[in-house]
């Protein structure tokens, strides 16, 4: 079965970073697209960054632009997200979802593209 393990969240001061890993396994890697979203109380899920494990190309939403980074270790199955400058919006469980490049590059926001999910991390924000 896919796994997908999450880790990373935590507490932090407005202004604070944080970094989320994922870990993928039982999946092929190297064709995937790996996705961060997160969903606060009361909200819809929310996609943030993109990564295309082939070649590293990456996609971001615009409320995280310049903000968090996505990147990729495939020799580890890991995708990393590093959060920066963060504020208390920012809070929420973030998930990571992993599906087939090619099923998702014309939807990368649409959650309902990715067939594998981990548990959720969360992350809140103090003021």
């Known amino acids: 079965d896919v796994q997908l393990q999450a880790s990373g969240g935590g507490m932090v001061k407005s202004g604070g970073s944080l970094r989320l890993s994922c870990v993928v396994s039982?999946?092929?890697?190297?064709?995937?697209?790996i996705a961060w979203f997160r969903q606060a109380p009361g909200k819809e899920r929310e996609g943030l960054a993109c990564?295309?494990?082939?070649?590293?190309?990456?996609w971001y939403g615009d409320s995280v632009k310049e903000r968090f980074t996505i990147s990729s270790e495939n020799d580890k199955n890991t995708v990393s997200l590093q959060m920066n400058s963060l504020r208390p919006e920012d809070a929420a469980v973030y998930y990571c979802?992993?599906?087939?490049?090619?099923?998702?590059?014309?939807?990368?926001?649409?959650?309902?593209?990715?067939?594998?999910w981990g548990q959720g991390t969360l992350v809140t924000v103090s003021s």
């Open positions: 979802a992993a599906a087939r490049i090619s099923t998702i590059l014309s939807q990368l926001w649409i959650p309902d593209g990715y067939p594998y």
């Open positions: 990564i295309r494990t082939s070649d590293g190309a990456t």
């Open positions: 039982a999946f092929t890697f190297g064709t995937s697209g």
